[in-house]
Nanobody, 122 residues
Framework: QVQLEESGGGLVQAGGSLRLSCTAS??????VGWFRQAPGKEREFVAAITRSGDRTYYADSVKGRFTGSRDDAKNTGYLQLNSLKPEDTAVYFC?????????????????WGQGTQVTVSS
């Protein structure tokens, strides 16, 4: 069993930055997925960082603006959000327990955090 706790969300103006954290307990964090869900929309893939940290994957909408990383000593994954836009406003979730296959599909992840709100004002 893995427990995930996100932090780092908040209210920021367009063009600003935030860094989200996802700390795991109960098991060593392997592949970390990041998803987001805006009101009235489906939860969508944002980024994934592989266990070794040598590969990262991003949704087209965030490429060049968001960066995933990890600190295995802290059992924590990070998502740096730069050049934020109002359309980035959503609850951001981290996910773990990737079961193989596509990193982009939420069904491939077993464990989820409670989410952290990111609000970008124009």
């Amino acid at each position: 069993q893995v427990q995930l706790e996100e932090s780092g969300g908040g209210l920021v103006q367009a063009g600003g930055s935030l860094r989200l954290s996802c700390t795991a307990s109960g098991r060593t964090l392997a592949t970390v997925g990041w998803f987001r869900q805006a009101p009235g929309k489906e939860r969508e893939f944002v980024a994934a960082i592989t266990r070794s940290g040598d590969r990262t994957y991003y949704a087209d909408s965030v490429k060049g603006r968001f960066t995933g990383s990890r600190d295995d000593a802290k059992n924590t994954g990070y998502l740096q959000l730069n050049s934020l836009k109002p359309e980035d406003t959503a609850v951001y979730f981290c996910a773990a327990g990737w079961e193989g296959g596509s990193y982009y599909l939420r069904q491939q992840y077993t464990y989820w955090g409670q989410g952290t709100q990111v609000t970008v004002s124009s």
